[in-house]
């Protein structure tokens, strides 16, 4: 089992900044694959950035270019804590956010779809104009 343990959100003014971080816990060796979903009120859930853990570091991706250049996602990987530095947010930024964890082998465009093996709680960000 895996548990995913996220924090950071709150509520800031557009422009502003925050800095998400998820925990990761238990069978960490499993789960190569962390990343951030969100889901806006009234929408579907969709993915915004992840990261390939491997033995000395991490690689990233990210699902689109509405938040390539103003978020980044990154890792500690001795702490198995995963980050997402929101800059320059806007409103149609605000939404819960999700950390999430999977086992697959390969990335095959993991933040497009909105499945994972295992999701934290969620944690609200609010932007306001």
């Known amino acids: 089992q895996v548990q995913l343990v996220e924090s950071g959100g709150g509520s800031v003014e557009a422009g502003g900044s925050l800095r998400l971080s998820c925990v990761v816990s238990?069978?960490?060796?499993?789960?190569?694959?962390r990343g951030w979903f969100r889901q806006a009120p009234g929408a579907e859930r969709e993915g915004v950035a992840a990261v390939y853990t491997y033995a000395s570091g991490y690689a990233t991706f990210y699902a689109d270019d509405s938040v390539k250049g103003r978020f980044t996602v990154s890792q500690d990987n001795a702490k198995n804590t995963l980050y997402l530095q929101m800059n320059i947010l806007k409103p149609e930024d605000t939404a819960i956010y999700y950390c999430?964890?999977?086992?697959?082998?390969?990335?095959?465009?993991?933040?497009?779809?909105?499945?994972?093996?295992?999701w934290g709680h969620g944690t609200q960000v609010t932007v306001s104009s």
């Open positions: 238990g069978d960490t060796e499993r789960v190569r694959y």
């Open positions: 999430a964890a999977d086992g697959r082998l390969r990335y095959d465009g993991w933040l497009t779809g909105r499945s994972a093996d295992y």
